[in-house]
């Protein structure tokens, strides 16, 4: 099993422009979680989903949509890229709250210039 | 509001050395306390968590209700310890978990 996996790596932006960051798992998992890392914040939950077909809002998520069409996939998207944006972007996954142990991606890298 | 809190951005200890990392966290219900570390290159990861009481690596963490705190322990730190560590609380109710701002650990040989 590849687990949590993240597309792209790294990317440039330049300000203004969009783009999606694809986060990918193969372990039937039904909660996925997007969060931004940054020096000295740590990790900032952006948005979660419980289910396929539902999203909710986390500690930091003006700038950001979230879809999960599919129950192996969450998409993050930034319609209108800002240098405040410029981060790591981790996605996880878990079977549940209650069982509470997250499984992380390798994360994905944003500049936006 | 569930807060985590990491006093210490960046930890430095001479390998052999006892190590402590402090988390302490602002719950009124009961929580559960997490250890995630992130390794250089490699991705987060779950450490241990108290309900188990385990110890992972040489490490243990005792939840201390009455000081609100997790503080993570080893006797004897290894320069493969050095790594970013995050303290994390679930709460009781419906809502992901919630991370401290994280300690960078430096294990000098």
């Known amino acids: 099993n590849a687990g949590v996996t993240q597309t792209p790596k790294f990317r440039v932006l330049k300000t203004g422009q969009s783009m999606t960051l694809l986060c990918a798992q193969d372990m039937n998992h039904e909660y996925m979680y997007w969060y931004r890392q940054d020096p000295g914040m740590g990790l900032r939950l952006i948005h979660y989903?419980?289910?396929?077909?539902?999203?909710a809002k986390g500690e930091v998520p003006d700038g950001y949509n979230v879809s999960r069409l599919k129950k192996q996939n969450f998409l993050l998207g930034l319609e209108s890229a800002a240098p405040s944006q410029t981060s790591v972007y981790f996605c996880a996954s878990s079977p549940s709250y209650s069982y509470n142990e997250q499984f992380f991606g390798p994360g994905t890298r944003l500049t936006v210039l | 509001a569930q807060r985590v809190t990491q006093p210490e951005k960046l930890l430095s200890v001479f390998k052999g050395a006892p190590v402590e990392l402090k988390c302490n966290y602002s719950y009124s219900g009961s929580p559960e306390l997490f250890w995630y570390v992130q390794y250089s290159r490699q991705r987060l990861q779950l450490l241990l968590r108290h309900i188990s009481r385990e110890s992972i690596k040489g490490f243990t963490a005792d939840l201390n209700k009455g000081e609100t705190s997790f503080h993570l322990k080893k006797p004897f730190a290894q320069e493969e310890d050095s790594a970013m560590y995050y303290c994390a609380l679930l709460n009781s109710g419906n809502t992901p978990l919630v991370f401290g701002k994280g300690t960078r650990l430096s294990v000098i040989a």
């Open positions: 989903s419980v289910g396929e077909g539902t999203t």
